[in-house]
């Protein structure tokens, strides 16, 4: 059966990759999010996550585990984008000097109109 192995290796991929999708869908959130208030750098660090973490299981389990391997991989590295760029949000390093004055301006106006 010339498609056995390939439907065998979706089938794994399903398992392996798809309940991380969530953290993928999350972390893109996150990039549009920080792309939209003008905080590039951050969209780096959760890049530079996903990357150095996928490289290094994809290379150090492929040879061990096969396909397997990058398919860890790759949930692992989605997890760690989305994981560094929760934590760089709940850390509010991403509010700009600008943002900060326009977030106490409105508690100010807030407060008048109370």
Known sequence: D???ETAML?????YCCIPF???LAFSNM??????GVLRPGMNIVGGLALGITRAVLTISLI???GVYGAYIGYSAGWTADFLAMWIIYLSKKWKTK???EL???ERATQQSVT
């Open 21 to 23: 999708a969530f953290a």
């Open 63 to 65: 040879p061990v585990i």
């Open 10 to 14: 979706s089938i794994h991929y399903i």
């Open 30 to 35: 996150f990039h549009n999010f920080f792309r």
């Open 98 to 100: 600008d943002y900060l």
């Open 2 to 4: 010339p498609y056995g």
């Open 103 to 105: 977030e106490r301006a």
